[in-house]
């Protein structure tokens, strides 16, 4: 049983560090361009960088973290709805510190790089 919750919190960590990183990222160059983009076109490149950073990802974990079976299933629905989850604590902890949010910050845009990632590593991960 411990290792199943461990294996969980690993997938959850290691999608939970790709969109801090590409938040962080994302951050530093949004500056210069500070008219917001077209929601579809946001969504779009949310979903690419998840796609991107999920096969990314297999070049460092390159096996599942969650056994065979329905857990993985699980995993594949549940994860991504947390990850968005922290996206949104991250960006209400940013605007407690009066810095700006990114689309990024809000749940839909969190949960939609988090589920293309997963799928990515539910697909072709050994």
């Given amino acids: 049983?411990?290792?199943?919750?461990?294996?969980?919190?690993?997938e959850f960590l290691l999608q939970g560090i790709g969109e801090a990183v590409v938040e962080l990222g994302l951050h530093s160059v949004v500056e210069p361009f500070r008219k917001p983009p077209n929601p579809w076109l946001a969504s779009l490149g949310y979903a690419i960088?998840?796609?991107?950073?999920?096969?990314?990802?297999?070049?460092l974990i390159g096996h599942h973290l969650t056994p065979d079976g329905p857990l993985?299933?699980?995993?594949?629905?549940?994860?991504p709805v947390a990850v968005g989850g922290l996206m949104v604590a991250m960006g209400a902890w940013r605007a407690?510190?009066?810095?700006?949010?990114?689309?990024?910050?809000h749940f839909f845009y969190g949960y939609l790089f988090a589920l293309?990632?997963?799928?990515?590593?539910y697909a072709f991960a050994a």
């Fill in 116 to 121: 293309c990632f997963a799928l990515v590593r």
């Fill in 1 to 10: 049983m411990l290792e199943l919750l461990l294996q969980l919190l690993g």
């Fill in 49 to 59: 960088f998840g796609a991107v950073f999920g096969g990314l990802s297999l070049l």
């Fill in 96 to 105: 407690r510190k009066g810095e700006p949010l990114l689309r990024i910050n």
């Fill in 72 to 79: 993985r299933l699980v995993n594949l629905v549940l994860t």
